[in-house]
């Protein structure tokens, strides 16, 4: 038997981030990596609760066995967008941000998780559940929707995929497994540019924050000469990535930059993780964009990766062609959406209506966010 609560308040799942942190380290692991991920931290969610506070209520449901943590389900309930009519629906915490979005339970303890939805679909009854990047390789993804299935709540699954690549113990022996048209690329850019290539990995502490303003304005100012809003025009999520990279420095955080003849022209922000490197937000200046930076970018991580003895590289969320030139293997995810209690219009919209809006509407709400943003700039 299992000790369940639900907490609604912040300082009440800050209190947790000791426990959850260890909870973590010994947690149930998905078959691919057998690792957790860093998606699953304390130090991943808590910064996106205090900057979205305005927006986002936690609500986190706990179970205990002889009171000690065995599970923990890390949820929120969310005041959508205008796209969304500013309706509540419930979701993973940190929403979107995260690419892999699992309950955190420990090993032999992965019952818990079905006394903490019913504790969790209690208080929220009647609500949207979305659901997204829930791998298919974890055992929750099967629990979750055999849950919600017995109850005959309507429910709408999809899947994505995050393609990644077990790294070899050589560079050469990685080169072969991207396409033969990447593999000719990047060697023939490597020649031209031979002696003037190198790559950064931020040491220093002291040099996180000039680096991470270095990354929003490029990529704020390459999606805009794109024609494209940039998610670093929001200083909410500016906030979150300042806080996120402090909580998270020295416990998976990796900045690098690749650079050509000293200047950094390509940025990357991602982590590594139990010898998994995530390769999560780029930006390059567009100026050198006929030299492939991020291509580059790329074959140096995996260059250093094989020599470091990394387990692999995961390029996560998206069956983007560039990232399927480098790699075939993936991870398959649940992207799934659920009417809490039974259906409804809010259901209906979030399940089918919505993206179909979105499509329709999102040429027009792009030019209002870059009319905004360069009203800001």
Known sequence: ?????????????SALAHEWGNLVGESVVDQVYGAPWVFSRPEWHLPWMEV?????????????????????????????????????????????CADYQVPILAKGRESALE??????FERASGQVLVW???????????????????????????????????LPDSYAKAEELWSAKLRQDIRRRRRQLDGRLSLEVIERRQDVSGWLEELFATHRKKWHAESQPSEF???????????MARSLWGKGLHLSSLCIDGRRVS????????????????????????MSPTKLHVSMLMELGCASGWQGFDFLQGDEPYKLSWTKQHIRCLNLVAGVGGGGLKFS??????????????????????????RVA
Not at 1 to 13: C, S
Not at 115 to 120: D, E, F, T
Request: positive net charge.
């Open 1 to 13: 038997m299992f000790e369940v609560n639900v907490i609604e308040d912040l300082e009440g799942v």
């Open 52 to 96: 979205r506070a305005s927006s986002c209520r936690p609500i986190v449901a706990t179970a205990r066995t002889e009171g000690r943590l065995a599970g923990l389900l890390p949820m929120s309930r969310t005041r959508g967008r205008s796209v969304d009519f500013f309706s509540t629906y419930l979701e993973p915490m940190t929403g979107y």
């Open 115 to 120: 006394p903490m939805l019913a504790a969790l």
């Open 132 to 166: 997204r990047n829930l791998p298919l390789t974890h055992p929750a993804a099967q629990t979750v929707q055999r849950y919600i299935a017995a109850r005959g709540w309507p429910m709408v699954a999809k899947e994505s995929v995050c393609p990644y690549l077990r």
């Open 233 to 243: 025009a929001n200083l909410s999520h500016q906030k979150y990535y300042r806080s």
């Open 267 to 290: 940025y990357h922000l991602g982590f590594l993780s139990e010898g998994w490197l995530y390769y999560y937000k780029t930006a390059y200046h567009k100026e050198y964009s006929y």
């Open 349 to 374: 919209w979030h399940s089918h209506w919505r993206g179909q809006a979105k499509a329709t509407l999102g040429s027009a709400v792009n030019t209002l966010k870059r009319m905004r943003q360069r």
